[in-house]
């Protein structure tokens, strides 16, 4: 929905240099907004489709991780008549907390953004905007998902299988986990049938891949959610990531804005989603409702660490859930009320569909 129409090519006269704004997906809530962005000298990406090659898919991701940043670059949003200036960093990107004058409405608002100084060929400044979650007063809780091993296998454990897997598939033609489409709809949808319950996708996933991931989502029917990935250069995404401190970071910001949310955490076994999310149980004992954690690592040693995990989880009232995939985690979730009893079996149904396409998982 969104992914296109994230990438305006903003020209400023004079100069010969093409200035794409990039908006992220952002989030808040009736009285304060959150928005992130980048600006990059980059005459655009092409759009990738089923029918891409190898080659072609392997040349988009390189063109993504080595386009050019602007630092110092002046961007405003303006929000219900109120503007705000900054800068860009040096890495390219500028972020906003807005204040807004009235309360922000529920659903996606839109914010409009600008540079300031660009013109475009009618001589008025370039414009465009980014989308902000606000959740609807009915959401009775959030979801906080991971993506890599979570929602799509990436083996991210494997820096470069996962390179490999990047270069020779596009967002047309990666597959997500069995049933996973189906029980994010089903914990979006929550028992009532249309409380929109928030997700978010937390990701150590570059910046980069924003648009690829956004339109992977909308391709595969997940609901649309903000993504909070990690700023890293093309010298940096194959290199060991400071994992932890990035998702907890991301975590904590998120649940800032929603006080009085509990929230369903989503990962797997594979690097350190039960860890980061124990420790969010530890500082949030009471926002968090359950946590499940998609098994993807067999070795008997992990599981012993889980298993202690489990143990110190559940003393704070909360539960840790090790499922072996989605139709056990959405059993599960209805027998807590997380979701409607009837959406079992379009969980069930949408593993049985990706059963006939994909390998097992």
């Not at 959150?34 to 005459?43: A, H, M, N, S, T």
């Not at 655009?44 to 898919?57: A, L, M, V």
């Not at 390179?163 to 029980?183: E, I, Q, Y």
């Not at 530890?282 to 070795?299: A, E, F, G, L, T």
Request: glycine letters at 8%; a neutral charge; charged letters at 25%.
């Amino acid at each position: 929905m969104f992914a296109s129409a994230a990438l305006r090519r903003l020209r400023a006269p004079g100069t010969g240099r093409s200035l794409m704004a990039l908006p992220y997906l952002g989030f808040g809530n009736a009285g304060k907004l959150w928005i992130k962005g980048r600006v990059l000298d980059e005459p655009g990406f092409r759009e990738q489709t089923s029918e891409d090659s190898r080659w072609r898919n392997m040349l988009a991701l390189y063109q993504r991780l080595d386009s050019d940043e602007v630092e110092g670059a002046r961007v405003r949003a303006t929000f219900q008549g109120q503007s705000v200036d900054t800068v860009t960093d040096s890495g390219g990107y500028f972020s906003f907390e807005l204040t807004p004058a009235a309360s922000a409405g529920p659903g996606w608002q839109a914010v409009e953004l600008e540079l300031p100084g660009t013109r475009g060929a009618d001589g008025q400044p370039m414009r465009t905007s980014a989308e902000v979650l606000v959740p609807p007063p009915t959401a009775r809780f959030g979801i906080i998902s991971d993506i890599d091993d979570t929602v799509l296998w990436t083996n991210v454990t494997n820096k470069l299988n996962m390179a490999l897997m990047l270069a020779r598939s596009n967002a047309h033609t990666r597959k997500p986990f069995k049933g996973v489409a189906a029980f994010y709809r089903a914990l979006n949808r929550g028992a009532g049938g249309d409380e929109g319950n928030p997700v978010f996708y937390v990701s150590s996933s570059p910046w980069h891949l924003f648009g690829p991931l956004v339109e992977f989502m909308r391709l595969q029917g997940l609901p649309l959610g903000p993504l909070l990935l990690r700023e890293l250069g093309v010298r940096d995404v194959f290199r060991p990531a400071r994992h932890t401190s990035h998702k907890l970071d991301k975590i904590e910001l998120i649940m800032s804005y929603y006080p009085k949310l509990q929230f369903v955490l989503i990962g797997d076994s594979g690097e350190r989603d039960p860890e980061i999310y124990a420790e969010v149980v530890r500082r949030h004992p009471q926002s968090v409702r359950v946590i499940y954690i998609r098994n993807v690592n067999p070795d008997p040693s992990r599981i012993e660490a889980l298993d202690r995990l489990i143990e110190e989880v559940s003393a704070t009232g909360t539960q840790l859930i090790l499922a072996p995939d989605s139709v056990f985690a959405a059993a599960h979730a209805a027998a807590e009320g997380l979701i409607h009893v009837d959406q079992l079996a379009a969980v069930r149904s949408d593993k049985k569909e990706d059963d006939r396409s994909l390998p097992a998982a």
